[in-house]
């Protein structure tokens, strides 16, 4: 009985996890048909950025409980300046192109990025296990965790709530619905798509460093860390439907548990498992979960 | 002389929207027929489920007395149905011509299955000259399909429609997009094109000119029905027709 | 046009030769290795021409290489022919099954689906201790159509098989675009619709591509899995696949010339970026790669087409 709770709690952190992830993702690909293979670096440069901040505040002596705010902090700076300089800077020169072909140039940045974290931080790996440890444990019957995760699933449920309350409650909101729609429409009624995507990218890429920033606590910030949740946080999105939040939330909870489960009792399928669902999910619905009807091209 | 293409009780919806509501038709074998109706009013699905594009929730579709309601598009075509779009449907990186020598080659093979094509290379060339005479086409041979002006690409869509030597052919909106001097001079070219192939046409069209001029018999739909079926000086002039297709003549006071 | 490729072909193959005897074991390793790899881009740059991308090409390349070294490894069969064979035809057999789904998707999906089956082979791989989980295994050649190979000449023999596959794969792949079903390929990246509106199978069209592309990325890993004498499933992982694109990109479809060209360039430079500046080698990538998008989308081929049209 414990196993099976196990499971599921460890199942809803890791979801939390990815839906932080998804949630930029599939944002970015609603509004600006861009699937972003560069999420993965903005993620380990919100992770990197919160490694050095942490460092240097606690080496200053300061207040531990500051550390989050450095987290925030951390994810906020990646966020609006990579956000934009990405946007401005390379992208809008490529809007129009085939959805292919940004794929390609999001895969071109994201080798770029990499590269440029070893430049700046270096190959070796990086600890900052405070935040994580300053929380102390929490028990749940036989099961002890960690408090952070806790701070996870809060950062995740805050994030999605904030998105979908931003989506459909605020005018710009409702805006970036109607671009996700339909674009040249959006634009002939006014809607100023430029400063939309402007906007959308810059909060994608904060919402993946976020998700760095709230990984680098629990485990070693080194290379190589945003390859792999490239993959996940694709198939979370595919799953649940390009472009759709809700979608990000089913598919990020279906992922976790699946993995969750492939973990506790059969860890050699963990990472088939969570393809296999991606790849039978496409085969029954092409488009993902939630996915926009398509209307008729002739 | 039996109907070449029948449509019974056809029916289909999306959601609320009734794009077809039992559509029963029957089209003559090598006659004009002209399909009008306002927007959404059910003309291009209905020229969609002919050719498979679209299957009807209800009813069939028979050619030559073959049920094709379940057929797929390309099934559809080589038993010889073939159509033009209302937006040209070319492969706009290759010249003109060969736009249709590709479609010679692919028809040609496709008719052979995956034989390394029935027909030899000069006899495709041939066949794509005298295509490119046929409609007027022979100024733009080397020119790629993607910067010609609306009028040549909608001849080239309907050219490489006739490539398959349908025994129908579906036009949807020939003319549509093409400058008004230049509307009557496409059809002429596409009607004399196709009467030395002795085929069966349907048309969609918006411009009643051209309807009235070209169309032997003219089908009026309105809210997936068929408000009106005639020769076209009669539903022209039907009052139906005048008040859900054409419009009402205004009377301003002085 | 026909006549120059192939004999531009056949010249380089009997180049390289011609010099192998003269040639040392680290240039014919390199040669051996970017042409293998290059098989594996000709077969991308296929589906590429069908209006294609597929990031997970991977998938048929560790196949092919986990086939060809499984003779040796489990069935003890230690000939270079034979394991060829195997690296041809298991990834055959496999894209003949994943094919009838792929062929229904297009664009990023097919990317993103391609992407997922490599990742589930991976996944197996990395979790399958008897074949050395993360690690791989070896491979032993010892003869090639049943002539024992001397010692110290395995790289040499490798090299001649690579030349010589290469120019019958590239020659036969050549043949096969100048035909109807490579023109309709071409058709089916412009307007799929209008394909199927002619009469023809975009479907067949795509699914017997995937496949030819499969046993080229199977060719190309089996003679890798011979000339490295090791693999492990890391050449499943989807940053190799990532690779072959980018060789792709760079070398541009325009020729059955182009990866093999594209290919080499790409090991030289990786070569020299190992040796020298190791953290900036991605970087180069990603920035060669914007840079053929924006300026260069038909690829570097394009350079060689337009100095030989000059010409």
Not at chain 2, 12 to 25: T, Y
Not at chain 2, 49 to 58: D, E, H, S, W
Not at chain 2, 198 to 212: A, G, Q, S, Y
Request: aromatic share 8%; proline share 3%.
């Amino acid at each position: 009985m414990s196993d099976l709770l196990a499971v599921i709690i460890d199942g809803i952190i890791y979801s939390s996890w990815l839906f932080i992830m998804a949630t930029g993702l599939t944002l970015i690909y609603g509004v600006m048909k861009i699937l972003n293979i560069a999420h993965g670096s903005l993620y380990a440069l919100g992770a990197y950025l919160s490694a050095s901040l942490v460092g240097w505040w606690l080496a200053g002596g300061h207040d531990p409980y500051g550390s989050y705010a450095m987290l925030a902090a951390a994810a906020l700076l990646v966020g609006l300046v990579m956000g934009p300089l990405l946007e401005r800077g390379l992208l809008r020169l490529m809007y129009g192109r085939d959805e292919v072909v940004l794929l390609l140039i999001t895969y071109a940045v994201f080798l770029i990025l990499e590269d440029v974290i070893k430049l700046v931080w270096g190959v070796d790996s990086l600890y900052v296990s405070q935040p994580y440890d300053l929380l102390g444990n929490f028990d749940i019957g036989a099961l002890s965790y960690p408090v952070y995760n806790l701070v996870l699933v809060g950062v995740a449920v805050a994030t999605g709530s904030a998105t979908a309350w931003t989506l459909n409650c605020t005018r710009h909101g409702k805006m970036l619905l109607a671009v996700i729609h339909d674009r040249e429409v959006s634009g002939a009624m006014g809607i100023n798509v430029d400063r939309l995507y402007l906007m959308t990218f810059t909060v994608g890429t904060t919402l993946a460093a976020i998700g760095g920033a709230v990984t680098a606590p629990t485990l070693a910030v080194s290379a190589g860390m945003g390859v792999e949740v490239i993959v996940l946080s694709f198939a979370v999105v595919v799953i649940g439907g390009l472009g759709s939040l809700g979608g990000a939330a089913l598919g990020a909870l279906i992922v976790g548990m699946v993995r969750s489960a492939a973990v506790h009792y059969l860890p050699a399928v963990e990472l088939f498992s969570v393809y296999s669902v991606m790849a039978m999910v496409l085969i029954a619905r092409p488009k993902g979960l939630f996915s926009a009807a398509e209307a008729r091209k002739i | 002389m039996s109907a070449i293409l029948e449509a019974r009780g056809l029916s289909k919806s999306f959601g609320a929207v009734i794009a077809a509501a039992d559509i029963n038709v029957s089209v003559a074998r090598d006659s004009v027929v002209g399909l009008i109706g306002s927007n959404g009013a059910g003309k291009t699905t209905f020229i969609n489920m002919v050719t498979g594009y679209m299957k009807p929730g209800a009813g069939t579709i028979r050619f030559e007395g073959h049920d094709i309601t379940p057929l797929a598009p390309r099934r559809i075509t080589q038993l010889g149905i073939a159509r033009s779009f209302q937006v040209p449907q070319l492969f706009n990186s290759l010249a003109v011509r060969d736009n249709l020598l590709a479609a010679v080659g692919i028809v040609a093979a496709a008719a052979s299955r995956w034989a390394h094509g029935a027909i030899t290379r000069e006899r495709a060339e041939t066949v794509t000259d005298e295509m490119l005479g046929r409609f007027g086409l022979d100024a733009y041979r080397d020119k790629p399909a993607g910067v010609l002006p609306e009028g040549v690409r909608k001849l080239l869509d309907i050219a490489m429609a006739l490539v398959v030597k349908p025994r129908i052919l579906l036009l949807d909106e020939p003319t549509s997009g093409v400058s008004a001097d230049e509307k009557f001079g496409i059809m002429d070219v596409v009607m004399s094109a196709v009467k030395s192939d002795r085929v069966t046409v349907l048309f969609v069209e918006h411009d009643m000119d051209i309807v009235n001029r070209y169309a032997q018999r003219v089908l009026a739909f309105y809210d997936g029905r068929i408000i009106a079926d005639g020769a076209p000086g009669a539903v022209l002039k039907d009052d139906e027709v005048r008040k859900y297709v054409i419009g009402e003549e205004l009377h301003v006071a002085r | 046009m026909t006549d120059h490729t192939l004999r531009v072909l056949l010249g380089v193959a009997a180049l390289l030769l011609a010099g192998l005897p003269f040639m040392p074991q680290w240039l014919a390793f390199l040669i051996t290795l970017a042409l293998a790899r290059g098989l594996v881009v000709l077969g991308l740059a296929l589906l590429m021409r069908t209006g294609l991308v597929s990031f997970g090409q991977g998938l048929y390349y560790c196949l092919g290489a986990y086939a060809a070294a499984l003779l040796d490894h489990a069935a003890g069969i230690h000939d270079a022919a034979l394991m060829l064979l195997a690296a041809l035809l298991i990834p055959v057999v496999v894209a003949l099954v994943l094919g009838l789904l792929l062929a229904s998707y297009r664009g990023i999906f097919f990317a993103m689906l391609s992407l997922a089956f490599s990742m589930i082979v991976f996944g197996l791989l990395i979790k399958t201790s008897s074949l050395g989980s993360s690690d791989g295994f070896n491979v032993a050649t010892r003869s090639i159509f049943g002539i024992t190979i001397a010692d110290g000449y395995n790289g040499r023999v490798f090299m001649a098989a690579t030349a010589i596959l290469s120019v019958i794969a590239a020659g036969a792949l050549h043949r096969y675009l100048n035909s109807h079903l490579g023109r309709l390929s071409a058709a089916i990246r412009d307007n799929e619709l209008r394909v199927e509106y002619l009469g023809a199978s975009v479907r067949n069209v795509v699914h017997l591509n995937y496949v030819i592309a499969a046993a080229l990325g199977g060719i190309g890993g089996g003679l890798t899995a011979l000339a490295v004498g090791h693999i492990d499933p890391d050449m499943a992982y989807w940053t190799t696949s990532g690779e072959f694109v980018f060789v792709a990109v760079l070398s541009g479809t325009g020729s059955v010339l182009a990866p093999f060209f594209g290919s080499v360039i790409f090991e030289a430079i990786r070569t020299l970026a190992n040796q020298y500046a190791p953290n900036i080698w991605q970087m180069t990538l990603g920035i060669t790669m914007l840079a053929i998008i924006m300026f260069l989308p038909a690829g570097l081929w394009a350079l060689f087409r337009r100095k030989a049209r000059a010409a």
